[in-house]
């Protein structure tokens, strides 16, 4: 079959192609090629419904026939296409999206498509207050709303009398009043397209507020650029810049007094170094505890020397007790503990494995005593084993 091409279709077949495109490029992302056939189609379906006189400027939505109330949403469908479309000049996108959005939403103002409440709510928001834009745009999503409820409602219903116009009319023959179902159809298909264009209204409105703002700040962006330059900054201009940070630290080196500084050390560092024999616990380092001065910020930071100035410093002291020692030196306290109970543990062992401490033990005074007292003991038990409790006393039992 061969495909007709774009100057021999008819009104309806373009705008049902391009509806296509537009729905599965508001549904999902669509490549850009199919974008700009979609944008094409609409232009061509602008070309005949002008050349066709479809609309007039002194109609309204009661003199429009219902067959061409769709080509009401051609521009709108435009300018949603051509927000997609991808290029480098995107300020001319917008503008472009911008005029075609203003064109559908002047059309249905004059057509009288547009709410009351929309104009009003517009013409408070002139003034740019806040509560207003919010009331506004809290409307709007009202309205939004409630046209997809009711393009739902319409097509569900729409769908039940399908089916049972199909399963009637297997049984039952066409009656008298045929007439007045297809009345009916007609009636509830320009309820749809008149929906369809108050949900595209609300669209377009939210869209053509997005798109200002985008181009807005698009406007600022390409304004800053051309006065900063749209290059990097020349070299001279780096050269002068590199030369005042040289400067800057020549200068701040030669005010700075540098010490040498010390080491990056700390406890569980120094332990393992002690413990893997690098370093010795009596070994010097300069990671030592300075006490925290608190004062005049005049006295602290000159670093005072004499005793009257440290005692001024040292005025503003805080509510609770400053540390004494650094984390380091109490490290160095408890291993320096440690140590000396390894030594005294080491000495208890080393005694109880002397055979002076095993001659001395067995030749103690009381072990006799303890093997006289042992041998008692085993005794009674064994007495206790051939005379259990109550043994004796059988005769006074009841039953003995």
């Known amino acids: 079959m061969v495909e007709l091409t774009m100057e021999e279709m008819s009104l309806p077949v373009l705008f049902e192609q391009a509806r296509k495109i537009h729905q599965a490029a508001s549904d999902s992302s669509v490549d850009q090629d199919t974008v700009k056939k979609g944008c094409e189609l609409l232009k061509k379906c602008e070309e005949m419904i002008g050349k066709l006189g479809l609309f007039s400027a002194n109609e309204t939505k009661e003199d429009i026939s219902t067959t061409n109330l769709k080509y009401l949403l051609v521009p709108y469908c435009l300018g949603e296409l051509t927000e997609k479309i991808t290029e480098e000049d995107r300020i001319r996108i917008l503008k472009a999206s911008q005029a075609k959005l203003k064109e559908f939403i002047s059309f249905c103002e004059a057509m009288e498509l547009v709410p009351e409440e929309e104009l009003e709510s517009s013409a ?7 509560a207003d834009r919010r009331a506004k745009k809290i409307a709007r999503f009202k309205r939004q709303k409630a046209a997809e409820s009711k393009l739902l409602e319409i097509k569900e219903r729409k769908e039940r009398r399908g089916r049972s116009t199909r399963a009637s009319a297997l049984s039952t023959p066409v009656e008298a009043g045929e007439e007045d179902t297809e009345d009916d ?16 209204l609300c669209k377009a409105l939210d869209l053509l507020e997005m798109l200002k703002k985008e181009e807005e700040m698009l406007l600022v962006v390409k304004e800053r650029q051309s006065q900063e330059g749209e290059n990097e900054l020349s070299q001279s201009i780096l050269d002068e810049r590199a030369k005042k940070a040289e400067a800057w630290h020549r200068d701040a080196s030669a ?44 006295l602290v930071g000159k670093n005072p020397t004499s005793e009257r100035e440290k005692i001024a410093a040292q005025v503003f002291q805080p509510h609770y007790r400053l540390p004494t020692m650094s984390i380091e030196e109490a490290g160095l306290k408890e291993m320096e503990i440690m140590n000396k109970w390894q030594e005294r543990t080491a000495k208890v062992i080393e005694e109880a494995n002397s055979s002076w401490y095993k001659d001395n033990r067995q030749s103690r005074p009381g072990d006799e005593d303890d093997d006289a007292a042992q041998e008692k003991a085993r005794a009674w038990d064994d007495w206790k084993d051939d005379n259990p409790r109550g ?9 003995g």
């Open 124 to 130: 408070r928001a002139a003034g740019g207050t806040f």
């Open 185 to 200: 159809d007609g009636e509830e298909e320009r309820e749809a397209w008149l929906t369809t264009i108050s949900l595209a």
């Open 255 to 298: 005010r700075v007094r540098y010490t040498k500084p010390a080491a990056p050390i700390t406890c569980a560092t120094f332990a393992q170094d002690v413990l893997e024999g690098r370093a010795k616990v009596s070994q010097f380092h300069e990671h030592k505890h300075q006490p925290m001065i608190f004062g005049p910020a005049s």
């Open 391 to 399: 043994a004796g006393n059988k005769k006074l039992t009841p039953c």
